[in-house]
């Protein structure tokens, strides 16, 4: 199993940018596509963004298309979310998570290794 660890979260204002980093220990890290998730208190976890093996295809979820930028450098075995016009409701845990394949799925059950989160909050 992929171990990821998740670094870059913390407090911004609203209309700010973060970066998130995660970091994966297996030399395979390349063939497989990567996703963001995000979990706000008392709701379920989202799909936020998803990245294939080779990078060439990115997905996004409608409320942050336009804002959020994921990137990989398989060289490094790092996946990256880069997060712009931040808001408010962007507040979550965002995880970092390792798919069983080498295609983007947008569905928690398609991915097999999850970081341990970090957190993102956006102050109006």
């Known amino acids: 199993q992929e171990q990821l660890v998740e670094s870059g979260g913390g407090l911004v204002q609203a209309g700010g940018s973060l970066r998130l980093s995660c970091a994966a220990s297996?030399?395979?890290?390349?063939?497989?596509?990567m996703g963001w998730f995000r979990q706000a208190p008392g709701k379920e976890r989202d799909f936020v963004t998803g990245i294939s093996s080779s990078g060439l295809s990115t997905y996004y979820g409608d409320s942050v298309k336009g804002r959020f930028t994921i990137s990989r450098d398989n060289a490094k075995n790092t996946v990256y979310l880069q997060m712009n016009s931040l808001k408010p409701e962007d507040t979550a845990v965002y995880y970092c998570?390792?798919?069983?394949?080498?295609?983007?799925?947008?569905?928690?059950?398609?991915?097999?290794?999850w970081g341990q989160g970090t957190q993102v909050t956006v102050s109006s």
């Open positions: 297996r030399r395979t890290f390349s063939s497989y596509a």
């Open positions: 998570a390792a798919g069983r394949t080498r295609l983007v799925v947008t569905n928690t059950a398609g991915f097999g290794s």
